[in-house]
T-cell receptor, first 115, second 114 residues
Framework: NAGVMQNPRHLVRRRGQEARLRCSPM?????VYWYRQLPEEGLKFMVY????????ESGMPKERFSAEFPKEGPSILRIQQVVRGDSAAYFC?????????????FGPGTRLLVL | AQSVTQPDIHITVSEGASLELRCNYS??????LFWYVQSPGQGLQLLLK??????LVQGIKGFEAEFKRSQSSFNLRKPSVHWSDAAEYFC????????????FGQGTTLQVKP
């Protein structure tokens, strides 16, 4: 049973470019969470999605960031017009379809570097 | 608002010594608590979790944690540390709102001396 998959593992972008981060949840999991880990900090919640629905985006920056989890395919975290402050590790986690109490399983992360 | 505090940013212990990593949380209701470990450049691996019941929970790799409601703490312990335990450890609590989002502490980096 494959774990949570994220790609790419490392991504380098220049300021102003777009970054697309992909997450494939574990088999049978329909809930996806995105977290951001800035250097020397803990993980901060960004967004929680179920298939075709954004449930909680209270941690998402208001501009340039968006997320989706289509009916088919991986979840995508999109960052438009990246800035140096977006450099961080972005982690995706998935959980089974039971709300609130289920354990989240994390992917290996995507390390974004903005030059 | 919920929060998690890990008072120790760095801890160094000798191999074979005992370990305790501290975690304090702020949450109004019964918390769901987790400890994760992160090796350099890797994702997070679940060590253990507390939802209810026995306040002493056993995890993988010989770790255990004790939930103490009176102290709002969920400290992680291991009786004898191995060099491979060197990593960063995160305590987390499920936030309010029934969405399952996790609120993490700042992390504790564990260094193990030979």
């Amino acid at each position: 049973n494959a774990g949570v998959m994220q790609n790419p593992r490392h991504l380098v972008r220049r300021r102003g470019q777009e970054a697309r981060l992909r997450c494939s949840p574990m088999k049978g999991h329909s809930h996806v969470y995105w977290y951001r880990q800035l250097p020397e900090e803990g993980l901060k919640f960004m967004v929680y999605l179920q298939k075709e629905n954004i449930i909680d985006e209270s941690g998402m920056p208001k501009e340039r960031f968006s997320a989706e989890f289509p009916k088919e395919g991986p979840s995508i975290l999109r960052i438009q017009q990246v800035v140096r402050g977006d450099s961080a590790a972005y982690f995706c986690a998935s959980s089974p379809p039971t709300r609130g109490q289920e354990t989240q399983y994390f992917g290996p992360g995507t390390r974004l570097l903005v030059l | 608002a919920q929060s998690v505090t890990q008072p120790d940013i760095h801890i160094t212990v000798s191999e074979g010594a005992s370990l305790e990593l501290r975690c304090n949380y702020s949450y109004g209701a019964t918390p769901y608590l987790f400890w994760y470990v992160q090796s350099p450049g890797q994702g997070l691996q679940l060590l253990l979790k507390y939802f209810s019941g026995d306040t002493l929970v056993q995890g993988i790799k010989g770790f255990e944690a004790e939930f103490k409601r009176s102290q709002s703490s969920f400290n992680l312990r291991k009786p004898s540390v191995h060099w491979s335990d060197a990593a960063e450890y995160f305590c987390a609590v499920v936030g309010s709102g029934n969405t399952g989002k996790l609120i993490f502490g700042q992390g504790t980096t564990l260094q193990v001396k030979p």
